[in-house]
């Protein structure tokens, strides 16, 4: 069984679907501390043809805090206004903005959940049919930190691969998984570029640009453009 294990980031950039693709199971790690300026509550959009990070307004968000224990306090009034306004000739404008309506009218205001629930919307658009767990839900020691939390995890969902973002090299280390009898492996993915209203390609945006110009079929062949080290 392959797992993957991510924090669940705001309409996240395309490698994070190719990894929860890459997997049977996916675990969405919301029993973890906030991280102030991560992904959790913002991304990187095209924006007047620049790459520009707009950011989720949160209640008194903490890093002393669990993801699952800060809310939303975003209308989204603005976000959609200006996804409108830069992606409204998108090619699959249409298909694509009844996504995001469905995703920001989610009305459950904790960041985790609110999060879990656009990865899965995400998801169901692509055709990805990976399992996705909640970390919160499964039923291990949490007093645990870092990798033996991760190892945890792997050992109560019986997995035999473990896949990592290519951040994690600087963490894990296969021969600390091999004790285990797991294989850890890392995901690259490969250079994507595609086309943005016949202007010079903006890389490293969210999941959100790749679906505006580009039809699911073409969305799931840039998924599969990567590689495992």
Avoid: H
């Avoid at 395309?14 to 990894?19: A, K, M, P, V």
């Amino acid at each position: 069984m392959k797992l993957g294990i991510m924090q669940p980031y705001f309409l996240p950039y395309i490698g994070y679907f190719q990894l929860i693709k890459a997997v049977d199971k996916y675990v969405i790690f919301d029993d973890v501390n906030y991280i102030m300026r991560g992904w959790i509550n913002r991304n990187n959009f095209l924006v007047n043809g620049e790459r520009i990070l707009l950011t989720i307004s949160l209640n008194k968000s903490s890093s002393n805090k669990l993801i699952n224990q800060v809310e939303i306090v975003d209308n989204f009034t603005n976000f959609m206004k200006t996804v409108r306004q830069n992606y409204g000739k998108a090619p699959y404008f249409k298909d694509v903005y009844p996504l995001l309506e469905r995703i920001v009218q989610y009305d459950d205001k904790c960041l985790s959940r609110f999060n879990a629930n656009s990865i899965k919307e995400i998801c169901n658009y692509l055709g990805i049919d990976t399992t996705l767990l909640i970390s919160s839900d499964l039923p291990k020691d949490c007093s645990l930190k870092g990798m033996a939390k991760g190892l945890e995890i792997c050992r109560l969902l019986k997995t035999d691969v473990y896949i990592n973002a290519i951040g994690g090299q600087k963490l894990y280390k296969k021969e600390d998984f091999s004790l285990y009898n797991i294989e850890l492996y890392f995901l690259q993915t490969d250079n994507i570029s595609y086309k943005q209203f016949n202007k010079t390609f903006i890389s490293n945006l969210s999941i959100l640009d790749v679906l505006m110009f580009n039809s699911v079929k073409d969305a799931n062949t840039l998924l599969d453009k990567y590689k495992l080290i």
